[in-house]
């Protein structure tokens, strides 16, 4: 299949919750709908906070090109090819900086094999295996180790959602990026993921959108997909989203994303 470049504009989609749901990929109508507006033209990226192992599996059957970012913009590529498009990593400056905070954190080193290092005595015993779940779950290379690389993709923090805002204000004011969400896995389980101060999804789409000549659509369902609806034309909040996300978009995915998709680019 040969895809023409008619550059009718960028489509920039969340993942969870948006485009998938869980651990499944993209559904059957979903990555038919995408395919379709590929080969009309339009650009397709993922913008994703995941690690790039998960997404790659997440996406292996996709059979359009795309690009994507991932860890909320910490690393941005293109595929088929897998053509490092930008890159906003953390130094070992700023895992000291992380350190000063009592709370233990993952460290996602963003390396070619995912690596995130741990230290699971610093957790309880229910936090543990709530954490082991979610490592089988999602197949992430967890190390039992704390090693400082010269560089990270992000570091992530999962409590209570009041702990994981209140750090939140704290990581912003010591110049990371920083949105809770909710865990995926487990929506009783916040997630203050920290990154570098250019690793956001408004940030991401503003480097995905380089040679785009036609209008950006963007959808989302959480509130670090704030940013990348702000930074779009045309924006999309799924059904479930936060009422400021809701408030922000132009069109509401009821009736699907897909749905949404053909009303935005009409």
């Known amino acids: 299949m040969t895809f023409e470049l008619k550059n009718k504009g960028l489509i920039a989609?969340?993942?969870?919750?948006?485009?998938?749901?869980g651990k499944n990929p993209p559904s059957k109508e979903v990555a038919k709908g995408l395919k379709?507006?590929?080969?009309?033209?339009w650009k397709i990226a993922f913008v994703t906070g995941r690690s790039l192992g998960w997404v790659k599996g997440l996406l292996k059957d996709l059979d359009f090109p795309y690009e994507l970012a991932v860890q909320n913009g910490a690393l941005g590529l293109s595929f088929p090819s897998g053509r490092q498009l930008f890159k906003n990593y953390l130094n070992t400056f700023a895992?000291?900086?992380?350190?000063d905070i009592p709370l233990p954190y993952a460290l996602y080193t963003g390396d070619e094999k995912d690596t995130v290092y741990w230290q699971p005595d610093r957790y309880s015993k229910i936090e543990r295996e709530y954490l082991r779940s979610r490592i089988e779950a999602f197949q992430e290379n967890w190390i039992d180790d704390w090693i400082l690389p010269k560089e990270a993709a992000a570091f992530k923090w999962f409590g209570k959602q009041h702990v994981m805002e209140e750090l939140g204000l704290q990581l912003v004011a010591l110049g990371f990026q920083c949105t809770p969400i909710k865990d995926p896995f487990d929506a009783s389980v916040t997630i203050c993921q920290a990154t570098h101060p250019?690793?956001?999804?408004?940030?991401?789409?503003r480097q995905l959108q380089?040679?785009?000549?036609?209008p950006t659509i963007a959808a989302g369902d959480d509130m670090n997909d704030f940013p990348l609806l702000q930074a779009a034309d045309i924006a999309i909040a799924m059904p479930k989203a936060p009422e400021a996300l809701r408030d922000l978009a132009h069109f509401i995915a009821d009736r699907g994303l897909i749905s949404a998709l053909k009303e935005a680019t009409k």
């Open 198 to 205: 250019k690793a956001n999804k408004g940030e991401a789409l």
């Open 36 to 41: 379709s507006f590929s080969e009309e033209g």
């Open 210 to 214: 380089n040679g785009v000549m036609g």
């Open 95 to 99: 895992a000291e900086k992380a350190n």
């Open 13 to 21: 989609l969340d993942l969870d919750g948006t485009t998938v749901e």
